[in-house]
């Protein structure tokens, strides 16, 4: 059974890090782009980042380029995105899930619970 296990949001404030981790289970982990996605209330759920099984290659959507990295660690299945120079815009609900390209896999339906980052003075 996929299982996906986000943590290390919190409050911060603009300009601060956080560096989330999501520990996955269930599959074969290494055999998966991973990737980020986040949520606001009312909204849809939207691709943040993607790495690679061989972590080298990397895609981020615009509004994060050169302040978000995602990483990953196979020996232990899971992946981090450590974040830079936050904005109010970056406060969502952060998730993980195996991707094809920018989607999650069309057979993913495990969503975890997410991992709550607020961005505020």
């Known amino acids: 059974q996929v299982q996906l296990v986000e943590s290390g949001g919190g409050l911060v404030q603009p300009g601060g890090s956080l560096r989330l981790s999501c520990a996955a289970s269930?599959?074969?982990?290494?055999?998966?782009?991973m990737g980020w996605f986040r949520q606001v209330p009312g909204k849809e759920r939207e691709f943040v980042c993607a790495?690679?099984?061989?972590?080298?290659?990397?895609d981020y959507v615009d509004s994060v380029k050169g302040r978000f990295t995602i990483s990953r660690d196979n020996a232990k299945n899971t992946v981090s995105l450590q974040m830079n120079n936050l904005k109010p815009e970056d406060t969502a609900v952060y998730y993980c899930?195996?991707?094809?390209?920018?989607?999650?896999?069309?057979?993913?339906?495990?969503w975890g619970q997410g991992t709550q980052v607020t961005v505020s003075s």
């Open positions: 899930a195996p991707v094809n390209g920018r989607n999650p896999l069309p057979s993913f339906a495990s």
């Open positions: 269930g599959f074969t982990f290494g055999n998966y782009y």
């Open positions: 790495i690679s099984q061989s972590r080298l290659i990397t």
